[in-house]
């Protein structure tokens, strides 16, 4: 338990770091950049869609190296276990969408909660940034 309780920490923070640079890394960027306002909001949902997936596979990276390697729970039907397995169920946890197809056993349940928290999160924090984006390109658009 203490090892996915370490591994929940780690992935809490680069997920962070990795949402915060991928933000701040539009807004230097983005204001000064040539591209018209309106399609700037698609520069927008492209770069914190990339960066949710990003977060997505590192979630499922470690879901698969805890259960492969580490033995620390299962993820649905072990003789169908896989990296696509713990991908499909690591997206579907992230966005709580919660399907229950494939279900975590173990120590492994902490992780899944954690991760639901931390996609709430920061699903929450594009969303905020990209109200304040449009708003800010469309006004200046408008002038």
Wanted: hydrophobic fraction near 50%; charge should be neutral.
């Amino acid at each position: 338990m203490l090892t996915v309780a370490l591994v929940c920490l780690a992935l809490l923070v680069l997920t962070t770091i990795i949402h915060y640079e991928a933000l701040r890394g539009l807004a230097v960027w983005l204001p000064d950049s040539r591209i018209r306002p309106r399609a700037r909001l698609i520069v927008v949902i492209l770069v914190t869609f990339a960066a949710h997936l990003l977060e997505i596979g590192l979630y499922a990276l470690a879901i698969y190296g805890l259960v492969r390697f580490d033995g620390l729970g299962t993820l649905g039907d072990a003789g169908r276990f896989s990296l696509d397995v713990s991908l499909y169920f690591s997206a579907e946890t992230y966005t709580s969408l919660g399907y229950g197809d494939v279900v975590p056993g173990g120590a492994l349940r902490l992780l899944a909660g954690v991760e639901a928290l931390n996609g709430l999160l920061l699903i929450g924090w594009s969303a905020s940034y990209t109200y304040i984006a449009m708003e800010r390109f469309w006004s200046n658009d408008s002038k």
